[in-house]
């Protein structure tokens, strides 16, 4: 997940990415950087030692470059919703 803001001007934009274990509401690792393919590539390093299998993104083609396609199993928007959904039914 990241989130975007940029200082003086749009082309000035940096982003925290961070990743989020949703059973314990826990930030696993974050970096702060422009939103490129090695900024997110250290995340991803970051993240190696969890095991992680699945990953809740939007459709930015980073992912796609640098993740196994079995592991994109849901875009954001969708988790959000599912989530939305059961917290409706309870």
Do not use: C
């Not at 849901?74 to 959000?80: G, L, Q, T």
């Amino acid at each position: 997940m990241s989130n975007g803001s940029f200082v003086h001007d749009k082309s000035n934009q940096r982003w925290l990415w961070y990743a989020v274990d949703h059973f314990t509401n826990t930030v696993l690792a974050y970096v702060f950087g422009k939103r490129n393919d090695e900024v997110f590539k250290k995340l991803k390093e970051l993240l190696e030692p969890f095991g992680i299998k699945k990953f809740y993104t939007d459709d930015w083609g980073a992912y796609d470059r640098h993740l196994d396609k079995i592991h994109i199993t849901y875009s954001w928007k969708e988790k959000h919703q599912e989530n939305r959904t059961k917290k409706s039914q309870l």
